[in-house]
């Protein structure tokens, strides 16, 4: 017998993971030392098919268990899912206009908030994640990020 719920997402997991090696393929993987534009993907690709086979395996292996009602999400729990697929969403369109550090905060905000933290921690756990990530995406590997409407 089988998890049914290892195998629907080892599956749909290894759809994506050919979905993104194709498009890296198609965008030019380079090489180690001449990286392409699809190097990353390809590699995440990569990574994702692997993970995604094992839990198809485990999903093969497995007995299949009865869905019992305590496994499910609770109401809370599918919330915090519906609102942190809706900041994603809403993060990509306004991240080009907003720009990054603004953009990233706020998504910080949201996801740091589902959470149970206090107030000041969560604003203070988003101004450390957006400093930190635009510090090491920004100067350290100098990756061009979206300025935005302030332009700086």
């Not at 993970?51 to 915090?80: F, H, M, T």
């Amino acid at each position: 017998m089988m998890n049914i719920r290892d195998m629907i997402s080892g599956i749909v997991c290894l759809f994506i993971s050919v979905f993104v090696l194709l498009t890296s393929l198609r965008l030019g993987v380079g090489a180690l030392h001449n990286p392409g534009p699809g190097f990353l993907l390809f590699w995440a690709g990569i990574l994702l098919a692997i993970c995604s086979s094992i839990l198809l395996g485990i999903g093969l292996n497995e007995k299949a268990e009865a869905v019992r009602p305590s496994d499910a999400l609770n109401g809370g729990e599918r919330r915090n899912v519906i609102v942190a697929t809706a900041a994603l969403i809403a993060y990509c369109l306004i991240l080009p206009r907003l720009g990054y550090r603004i953009s990233t905060f706020a998504l910080m905000l949201v996801l740091f908030s589902l959470g149970r933290m206090k107030p000041w921690a969560v604003v203070l756990g988003s101004l450390l994640t957006v400093l930190a990530s635009y510090y090491l995406f920004g100067h350290l590997l100098r990756t061009p990020l979206p300025r935005g409407v302030l332009r700086f």
